[in-house]
C-alpha cells in the first residue's frame, strides 16, 4: 500500500483548483455569448413539416425577411435512405435565438 500523504499538498492543490476555475470562467466570458447555443443563452428550437420539399436556403431567406438573419436551418431527412444526401427537404430544424409567442405565430403563419 503506497503511502502518500495527501493532506501535505492540500494548498497546492487547491491554488491550482482555483487557477483552472478562475480561467474556465474567464475564457467563458471572453468568448461572449455569441458563440453559445441556445442551451447556454435562451432561444426557441422549432421543428416545422412542410406539405412539400424545399430547399434549406428558401427557409433562411424567409425568416431573413421576417428579422431573423442569424436564424440556424437544418433539414431533417427522413425515408428510406438517410445516407442519401439531398438538397431538398420537407422537415426542418430552426434555431431561432429569443422568440417570443407573437414571433411564433407569425412564422406559423408565414410558413403555414
Do not use: H
Not at 455569448?33 to 427557409?59: C, M, R, S, W
Not at 444526401?85 to 422568440?99: H, N, P, V, Y
Not at 409567442?101 to 412564422?107: A, G, L, P, V
Amino acid at each position: 500500500i503506497p503511502n502518500i500523504r495527501f493532506i501535505n499538498y492540500r494548498f497546492i492543490l487547491v491554488a491550482v483548483s482555483g487557477a483552472c476555475i478562475i480561467g474556465g470562467m474567464t475564457t467563458f466570458v471572453i468568448r461572449g455569448n455569441k458563440k453559445y447555443d441556445i442551451d447556454f443563452t435562451g432561444g426557441t428550437l422549432v421543428q416545422i413539416q412542410l406539405n412539400k420539399e424545399i430547399q434549406p436556403g428558401i427557409v433562411r431567406t424567409a425568416l431573413g425577411e421576417t428579422g431573423y438573419d442569424e436564424a440556424e436551418v437544418q433539414s431533417i431527412w427522413s425515408g428510406d435512405n438517410l445516407t442519401q444526401f439531398l438538397s431538398t427537404s420537407a422537415e426542418f430544424g430552426i434555431r431561432i435565438k429569443e422568440l417570443g409567442d407573437e414571433k411564433i405565430r407569425q412564422k406559423i403563419t408565414y410558413f403555414g
